[in-house]
C-alpha cells in the first residue's frame, strides 16, 4: 500500500527525518514510537503531503509524490495532535460542514454518513452538543470522525491517545481496531502500552532514525535475548551483595534497584550469554547469613525494549 524510500528531512542544517525505508501493505496497523524530537511527526506529515521532503520517495500503490500529491491525499484521513475543530459550532453541524467542503452535496449522502461515523466513533448522545462543552476524549473522536469522513483508505493519527484518562484511552483504542478492520492505518504515540495493545506492527524511531521494525510479538521475542533476574537479600549491605555477584557470576551487567525496604539491597542482574543465573545465585547466597527475598526472571517488556533502543548514548 505505502512505500517509502530514503525519506529525509532538513530543517536548515538539522536533520530530523534521517533516510527511513517503510514497506506498509494495506489493512496493517502500524505504530510509529519514538521519544519527543525524534521525527515521528515530522514523517506522518510528510507521509500525508503537508510537508515537502528533502530527500527520498513515497509511492501509494501506483501513485508518487509530488506528482500526485493531491490524488494520494484524496485516499487519506489525518488527525494531527490536536484536532482543527470549530469549537464554537455543534458536533452535528461542523461534520456536516466538513461533509460539505470534502464534496459531499447530496443531503442524503451526508446524513447517511454522519450516522454513520457517529455508530463507529460513538457520537450519537454528542450530535447536538457544542464542541466546546466536550471533552479532550469526546473531541478525539469527532477529529477521528473528521478524518474518516470519505472514507478514506488510509488513516494517519498523529498521537491521538496524547492526554486522555485511561478510559478514554481505552475507547480510542478500540475505535482505531475496528476501523483498522478494513483500513491501513498508522498512528504515533508515547503510549508503550497502547502500541503493544493495538499494532500489528511497530516501528520505533530515534534522532531521526529507524532503529526497531518489527511485528509487535516477534520485537519482543527477537530483543529479549538476555536474561533478567531481580533480586533482593536482607540483612546485607548493598556493597557485599555486588561483589558476590560478580565473584560468582561470569558475563553479567548488575544494576542496583533503589527500594523502601528497610535493611534490603535490591538488584537487577542480567546474563549478557542469555544464561539463567538464579541457580548459581541462589546456592551463592544460601551460605551467607543473608535472607533471600526476592529470585525472579522478569522478561523483557517493550517498555524496556524502548529505553534501550532509544537511550541517549545509543549508537544509531
Known amino acids: 500500500m505505502i512505500e517509502v524510500k530514503g525519506l529525509t528531512k532538513y530543517y536548515n542544517d538539522f536533520c530530523a527525518v534521517d533516510h527511513i525505508d517503510l514497506s506498509i501493505p494495506k489493512g496493517e496497523i502500524l505504530g510509529l514510537l519514538g ?7 515530522t514523517t506522518l506529515r510528510m507521509l ?7 530527500e527520498g520517495s513515497i509511492t501509494v500503490d501506483d501513485l508518487s509524490m509530488p506528482g500526485d500529491t493531491l ?9 494531527p495532535e490536536s484536532a482543527p475543530l470549530y469549537h464554537n459550532m455543534l458536533v452535528f453541524d461542523y461534520l456536516d460542514y ?3 467542503i470534502k464534496g459531499m452535496t447530496s443531503g442524503e449522502d451526508r446524513i447517511k454518513r454522519l450516522k454513520e461515523l457517529s455508530e ?13 462543552t466536550l471533552s479532550k476524549g469526546l473531541k478525539q473522536r469527532v477529529g477521528i470522525a473528521h478524518a474518516m469522513m470519505t472514507d478514506p483508505e488510509i488513516l494517519i493519527l ?13 475507547e480510542i483504542r478500540d475505535i482505531i481496531r475496528a476501523i483498522g478492520k478494513e483500513k491501513t492505518i498508522i498512528f504515533s504515540t508515547h503510549i508503550l502500552s497502547e502500541a503493544e495493545a493495538t499494532c500489528d506492527r511497530i516501528v520505533i524511531i530515534n534522532k531521526g532514525k529507524i532503529v526497531a521494525d518489527d511485528k509487535t510479538a516477534s520485537l519482543k521475542q527477537n530483543l529479549q535475548s538476555d536474561a533478567f533476574v531481580k533480586l533482593s537479600v536482607k540483612h546485607a549491605a548493598p556493597e557485599s551483595v555486588e561483589t558476590l555477584l560478580k565473584d560468582s557470576l561470569d558475563n553479567v ?3 542496583p534497584i533503589e527500594t523502601q525496604e528497610p535493611d534490603t539491597a535490591s538488584f537487577e542482574v542480567r546474563s549478557l550469554e542469555n544464561q539463567d543465573i538464579r541457580e548459581t545465585i541462589y ?10 527475598t526476592e529470585l525472579a526472571q522478569e522478561s523483557q517488556a517493550l517498555e524496556r525494549i524502548f529505553q534501550e533502543l532509544t537511550r541517549e548514548d545509543n549508537p544509531i
Open 35 to 41: 521519544p519527543n524530537g525524534a521525527g515521528k511527526t
Open 48 to 54: 500525508t503531503g503537508y510537508f515537502k521532503p528533502s
Open 71 to 79: 490524488k494520494i491525499k484524496s485516499r487519506m484521513g489525518y488527525l
Open 98 to 100: 466538513v461533509a460539505k
Open 120 to 132: 463507529l466513533c460513538g457520537l450519537k448522545n454528542i450530535m447536538d452538543r457544542p464542541i466546546a
Open 158 to 170: 498523529d498521537e491521538p491517545t496524547s492526554g486522555l484518562d485511561p478510559n478514554q484511552i481505552v
Open 253 to 255: 551487567d548488575i544494576k
Open 283 to 292: 546456592l551463592k547466597i544460601k551460605d551467607t547469613d543473608w535472607i533471600l
